[in-house]
Structure formats: C-alpha cells, structure tokens
C-alpha cells in the first residue's frame, strides 16, 4: 500500500500551523508525491513485496536534484531555488516515511546492485483496512483541490486564467470523489476489485495533482496560508 495521501495531508497540518505555504512548502508538497510515480513500475515487476521502484532511490533524489540546480542556473528563474530545495526535502521525507512504516522493500540504493531495504516497521494492517486506507486517499487529493480553489480566489491571478483554473481544479474534485465511491461501493458490495485498477487511479490522481501545482505555482508565495 502506498501513503501518499497521508503524507501530504499530515505536511499539511504541519504548514497550516507553523508557517506559511511559501515556494519551498509547494516543493515539498510536490516532492512527498514524486516518488509514487513509481506505480507505474510495478506492472513490470512480479514482486509483490516490492513497495518503492526507483523513485524511492537515494541516488535518483539527489541526482534529481543536482540536475534541476544546474538547469536553474543555466535557465535563470526557469525553477526557483525555493521550489528545488522543498521538492528535495519532500522526496527524502517520502523516501524515510516509507523506510518506517511501509511494511515493504525499498529500492534505497537504485540502481546500484545492492539489495532493497527492509522496512523498519511492518504494520499489522488488514487487506481490507488497507483498502479502505487506499480509498480514503481519494478524499484526500480532493481536499488538495478545495484548498487550491481557496487560494486562487485570494490570489491576484488573472481573472479569465482563474475561471479556467477552478473549473478544471473542480472537475479534478469530481474525480477524485467518483474514485472515492466507487471502489468504496465495490467493497461493501463484497464485489471483486483490482489493486492495479487502484493503483492506476492513484497514479493518475497524483499525475494531476503535480500538474494543477506546476500550473498554478506562481500564485504561491510567502504571504499565501494554505491553511486560511
């Protein structure tokens, strides 16, 4: 199982109540999604134990992060430094979070061949709850949603560009809730499901929430609570 919604909801808290949703908040936000792209990965994987591929790699990270400094000072003002060093700081916590509780292997060296690392914690967690967990999530990238809404009608973007913005952000929301119902609905009717169905819906959910942040990435700034 992955915990992506978790994560994001729990920095969340954490930025509403200490500091403000700067550029280097939106990074880590960004960064805390990253490394689940990798769910791509596991429809050419046969291990089922195998929770991170490759984007849970200390070596990926900080080459991600090395390219993206160089880019930004070949392209000046193409990647605000802010935004680089959160979306750092967001894919290391991922990486330890899951390292902690995931309950599964983590390609922590990829691609050097050293073997995964074993999750320190194996949470006794039932299939079943693990699906409600998975089908909350779907909320959760919904709230992501409504607070990009709030801040965009706080914001000073441009009107025309703002009415296209929310429009998608909320259809975004449907989504998310359909998903949410869905797979919700096929478990209490006891009705056979898909993990990789869940998977693949979580995959894109998180596809889009980076591509409504990169979007919208300019209307973040020091003065903007995410939390207000």
């Not at 046969?46 to 080459?63: K, Q």
């Not at 929301?173 to 009705?191: A, E, G, R, T, V």
Request: overall charge positive; aromatic content about 18%; hydrophobic content about 50%.
């Amino acid at each position: 199982m992955i915990y992506t919604g978790f994560y994001i909801i729990s920095s969340l808290f954490v930025i509403h109540k200490f500091s403000t949703f700067s550029k280097i908040n939106l990074g880590i936000i960004v960064g805390l999604m990253v490394p689940d792209l990798d769910i791509f990965f596991r429809y050419f994987n046969s291990s089922e134990n195998l929770h991170g591929g490759p984007l849970h790699s200390i070596i990926l990270a900080l080459t991600i992060f090395i390219f993206l400094l160089i880019i930004n000072e070949i392209k000046k003002n193409h990647f605000s430094k802010q935004i680089i060093n959160g979306l750092f700081i967001g894919i290391i916590g991922h990486i330890f979070f899951d390292i902690l509780i995931s309950g599964q292997k983590i390609s922590f060296y990829w691609p050097l061949p050293i073997n995964p690392v074993d999750s320190l914690f194996n949470l006794k967690i039932s299939s079943s709850t693990q699906y409600i967990l998975s089908c909350f999530q779907f909320l959760i990238f919904r709230y992501i949603g409504h607070r990009l809404i709030a801040l965009l009608i706080k914001s000073n973007f441009p009107i025309l560009k703002q009415g296209k913005a929310i429009h998608l952000i909320s259809n975004f929301m449907k989504i998310q809730f359909f998903f949410f119902f869905s797979f919700l609905l096929l478990f209490l009717l006891k009705i056979k499901y898909s993990i990789l169905l869940i998977d693949f819906s979580m995959l894109c959910s998180i596809i889009f929430s980076l591509y409504c942040l990169y979007t919208l990435k300019d209307i973040f700034n020091k003065e903007a609570s995410i939390g207000k």
